[in-house]
């Protein structure tokens, strides 16, 4: 297993670099509230020689296929091919609120979505006519999407986000990687398995498919209560919970299918009396400790062990999860570096 970092857009430069230099496979660039994926990731192609890049995620509904294709070539051409696409469908609330895409067939807007940026990004022009997407769309034949960027011959890899099974075994079927945000190892475990039939169904295994979740890390003082490592990501869960309606709220979800229904509606009855504080308090240990690597380094590096057991073949650090300075988020870096080491499973 190796390591990957997922960045935040202060001091995007300095944690790459020293991702870089202490060996991690990957560096991903989120795309949310606070910045966007492509401007991160071309200030870290220039600021490092060897590490690959991965947006994580680009967002489907924030850019016409053939601008995800002409970024990819784009961000590929800059970086000496060290590019990996990472695309996902978002939720229903960022898509329509911040987009104003409707959120309707996401598993076949997907498959075309996917479809026009592969096409684009192997040359030549490209005309297609799907169900969500059709170019040209107005009858305007004389210039197709056609890229024309210097990169490496080699292909970009596409890697695809996803939770339920249908999305998952698109990504199988369809991506070179799945990309994931709050799990366990039990369920990356069960996730590989629909994956899996993806594969199966493209006339594909495993070789070479890359699995990689995000996982937020606290290091905390052998001896010291675990607690007050997941006090300082209660924030960042907060945060991701707590976004658009619970009902379709990814990351809601799969607390409930971890047996967390009970404290996840007091979480959301908190929030929305405006009781951010009791809200954040409200997040059981046990999801916090289940989902991320917190408590002294042994601990994180057998949970690391768990990972890599599951089927992770990357696992990123998200150090855009801790509310700290650009010196903390070095320091998390360096150990979790520390950490896979002691595993035994870097790879």
Not at 104 to 117: F, G, K
Not at 174 to 186: K, Q, V
Not at 208 to 218: C, K, N, S
Not at 246 to 266: H, K, S, V
């Amino acid at each position: 297993m190796r390591l990957g970092a997922n960045l935040v857009y202060q001091g995007a430069g300095k944690l790459a670099q020293e991702a870089e230099r202490l060996g991690y496979d990957l560096v991903l660039a989120a795309e949310g509230y606070r910045a966007d994926a492509p401007s991160v990731l071309g200030l870290v192609a220039g600021q490092t020689e060897r590490i690959g890049l991965a947006s994580g995620i680009m967002q489907i509904p924030a850019r016409p296929p053939g601008t995800a294709a002409l970024t990819a070539a784009t961000l590929d051409s800059l970086s000496g091919g060290r590019f990996r696409l990472g695309l996902g469908v978002s939720n229903p609330h960022v898509s329509d609120g911040w987009y104003g895409v409707r959120f309707d067939n996401p598993l076949a807007r997907t498959r075309e979505y996917v479809e026009i940026v592969r096409k684009a990004m192997q040359g030549g022009p490209v005309r297609y006519a799907g169900d969500h997407f059709a170019l040209p769309a107005w009858g305007k034949e004389d210039a197709p999407l056609h890229l024309f960027t210097e990169r490496p011959s080699t292909q970009i890899p596409l890697y695809l986000a996803g939770v339920g099974p249908k999305s998952l075994q698109l990504a199988g079927e369809l991506a070179d990687g799945w990309l994931s945000g709050f799990t366990t190892p039990e369920h990356v475990a069960k996730s590989i398995g629909e994956i899996r039939i993806g594969r199966d169904r493209a006339g594909l295994d495993l070789a070479g498919f890359e699995v990689v979740p995000f996982v937020a890390m606290q290091v905390g003082e052998d001896g010291a209560d675990i607690a007050s490592a997941a006090d300082a990501l209660r924030g960042h869960y907060l945060f991701l919970l707590g976004v658009g309606d619970p009902a379709d709220n990814f990351y809601c979800g799969l607390a409930r299918t971890m047996g967390f229904e009970q404290e996840i509606a007091e979480f959301r009855e908190r929030l929305m009396s405006g009781d951010r504080r009791g809200a954040a308090a409200a997040i059981p240990l046990e999801f916090i400790d289940r989902t991320a690597l917190i408590g002294p380094l042994g601990r994180i590096a057998e949970r690391m062990q768990a990972f890599a057991e599951a089927g992770v073949t990357v696992l990123s650090i998200m150090v855009s999860a801790n509310d700290t300075t650009l010196d903390g988020r070095l320091h998390i870096l360096r150990k979790a570096a520390e950490a896979l080491e002691m595993s035994g499973v870097a790879g």
